[in-house]
């Protein structure tokens, strides 16, 4: 795989646990993305999408003060961030909660705990449908 082509992007991982964090950013560096911005919470999410264009989202779904479908549905309601992607991490499998994601074009759905092969693929099939979109 051509990593150097995802070496421009910015991605935003917001998970409350560091260890989760740090799994993410690893597996994002693995496939050649080293513009990593990371947050412990929803609010800051959101602080931090605000401040500087971010090209993918990967978030978790139950965090303190703001949870990521909320980081989701407030990101896309800004004109700046609207079309932004977003991968949600969660540990809730239920058919409610991808009807939710769905619902709100969740662009990925990943359920925990993760296997690095499946979030790897699920960040590159995001990347892939971007690249697409950038070259039609």
Not at 46 to 54: E, H, W
Request: charged letters at 20%; hydrophobic letters at 45%; a positive charge.
């Amino acid at each position: 795989m051509n990593t150097s082509r995802y070496e421009h992007l910015t991605v935003l991982v917001a998970d409350d646990m560091k260890t989760m964090r740090s799994i993410v950013t690893a597996i994002l560096n693995s496939i050649g993305i080293t513009q990593i911005v990371e947050a412990k919470n929803g609010v800051e999410a959101l602080a931090k999408i605000k401040q500087s264009p971010i090209d993918l989202v990967i978030c978790d779904w139950d965090m303190p003060q703001l949870c990521g479908i909320d980081v989701l549905k407030v990101a896309r309601r800004s004109a700046d961030s609207y079309s932004i992607h977003f991968i949600m991490l969660t540990s809730n499998s239920g058919q409610g909660f991808i009807k939710l994601a769905q619902q709100y074009r969740v662009d990925e759905y990943v359920c925990k705990p993760i296997q690095a092969a499946v979030l790897e693929q699920k960040i590159v099939n995001v990347l892939e449908r971007m690249n697409k979109k950038i070259a039609v």
